[in-house]
């Protein structure tokens, strides 16, 4: 994945979620009357400018793309004309603009909505919850879940695919709960329960191997260590290896599986290994380099080789999970509810200290985010940005002065004390909210660069 590719995937996801927010503050404030005077997507010098519509309203994407805003006619912030005066967004009633300041969060929900509906739809690909290998000592060997056993649901919500299971089960390790009831059934068709302890998760591994950490993995068929497929120009290609070549042996290392050869190259990244091949009959010795290369932050080595695929094993263990539309559609205000919740769970938890401040992600991993979900392809690409515009609907929502929450938090004590709050206060506000959002900006950079020195 290259770097423009991160970068392309990400200015569009930004440039997504910044309208639909911006374009909630915009026609909210048309509804109610208000002058709009500017829509900019982005900060900074404009390289697209153009004035439209009865009120000339400047439509501009400006250069620097880490946010927006909608400027209206306001007597705070100019000279308004006498026959304007109606229009201006400070001469409205308070509830006007509460709802005005409250749409651009609540469009970021429904663009989330309609994300999550596209993709109920459109059906989400997955692996069936079938239980790999138990880690011993974990949650799960305590639960006395077995391998080869499928997930059938968790607290009596159905689970289709290891995408449901490790998100039910990520709502419920939030809370850290002790006795989470979780059904399966076994190649024999026989039903049993298991009591899973999370009780003693880790918050702060949560965004680590979340399933690893229950004990739980995903079953694999087993593959044999023959190379099924050598993608062009690569270092398996460079080195003569050829489809067909069943490898035995890694610096003098038995490889038994797929598995076991895999991670032999991944661990070795520049460094060259010995492969002891059988071809035709024979066994030669091949020296190989693996090309280093990043994945979410670690250097890991590749070839370029794919293995032999029984691609029947493979598509039994596969699963579509698709709806109606309007099954599709409840599905999909479920999901963003649940998102909201759990984005909320995770901002309490981290004020309170139970989960550490290292779980913020700033602008450098959110584009790695969309540049590998956008490889991926656009269902993945889809629910990516559905999950970020749920994330941006709760930070805005929070009662942090220059936010919208602390907009909408003063207008609530308008309302209480029948008047607007003085101009002092506002201001002791506003420099208390850029110093709340300045800290947490550096906490998510800081975050971002030492995920990217130490992988």
């Known amino acids: 994945m290259t770097i423009a590719y991160t970068i392309i995937s990400f200015i569009i996801a930004l440039g997504i979620l910044i309208t639909f927010h911006e374009f909630g503050h915009y ?13 900019s997507i982005g ?24 946010g927006g805003y909608v400027k209206m006619l306001d007597e705070n912030e100019g000279k308004v004309a006498h026959e304007d005066l109606p229009r201006a967004f400070n001469r409205q009633p308070v509830a006007r603009r509460f709802a005005i300041v409250a749409a651009g969060p609540i469009a970021n929900f429904l663009l989330a909505i309609i994300l999550y509906w596209l993709l109920f739809i459109l059906g989400v ?9 138990i880690e011993p000592a974990s949650p799960a060997a305590y639960a006395n879940f077995e391998q ?12 289709a695919s290891w995408q449901d299971a490790r998100w039910t089960l990520l709502r419920y390790a939030i809370d850290q709960s002790a006795n989470v009831k979780v059904q399966t059934i076994n190649k024999n068709g026989e039903i049993n329960w298991r009591q899973l302890d999370l009780s003693h998760i880790d918050p702060d591994k949560l965004n680590e191997n979340f399933l690893g950490i229950v004990g739980l993995s995903s079953y694999q068929p087993i593959l044999k260590p023959v190379i099924g497929q050598v993608v062009a120009d690569g270092a398996g290609q460079h080195a003569g290896l050829l489809a067909g070549d069943e490898i035995l042996a890694v610096n003098d290392t038995e490889t038994h599986t797929w598995m076991d050869f895999v991670q032999q190259i991944r661990t070795n990244p520049e460094n060259t290994l010995e492969l002891d091949i059988l071809r035709n009959n024979q066994v030669i010795l091949i020296a190989i380099t693996p090309e280093k290369t990043t994945e979410n932050g670690k250097q890991v080595g590749k070839i370029g ?4 695929v029984n691609q029947s094993e493979f598509e039994e263990l596969l699963v579509t999970v698709s709806y109606p539309p309007g099954k599709a559609f409840q599905k999909a205000i479920e999901k963003t509810w649940e998102t909201t919740i759990l984005t909320l769970q995770m901002l309490s938890k981290m004020i309170t200290g139970d989960v550490s401040w290292k779980n913020i992600s700033g602008p450098i991993s959110i584009a790695d985010y969309a540049g590998q979900s956008a490889q991926i392809g656009l269902v993945s690409y889809l629910a990516f940005l559905a999950l970020i515009s749920v994330s941006i ?18 207008y609530l004590i308008e309302i209480i004390k029948g008047s607007p709050l003085s101009d002092k206060t506002i201001l002791i506000g506003q420099k208390i909210g850029l110093t709340l959002l300045f800290t947490l900006m550096t906490f998510a950079i800081y975050n ?5 020195i130490t992988g």
Request: glycine fraction near 10%.
């Open 393 to 410: 609907g709760v930070l805005n929502l929070l009662p942090i002065p220059i936010l919208d929450g602390g907009h909408l938090m003063y």
């Open 448 to 452: 971002d660069i030492n995920r990217l």
């Open 125 to 133: 690909n997955g692996m069936k919850p079938v239980l790999g290998p």
């Open 43 to 66: 900060f900074g010098q404009p390289i697209f400018r153009k004035r439209l519509g009865k009120d000339k309203t400047e439509w501009v994407i400006a250069a620097i793309p880490l």
């Open 27 to 39: 026609l909210v404030a048309r509804w109610n009357g208000v002058k709009v005077l500017r829509f």
């Open 305 to 308: 080789v794919a293995p032999v």
């Open 148 to 159: 080869g056993e499928t997930i059938v649901t968790i607290e009596n919500e159905s689970v």
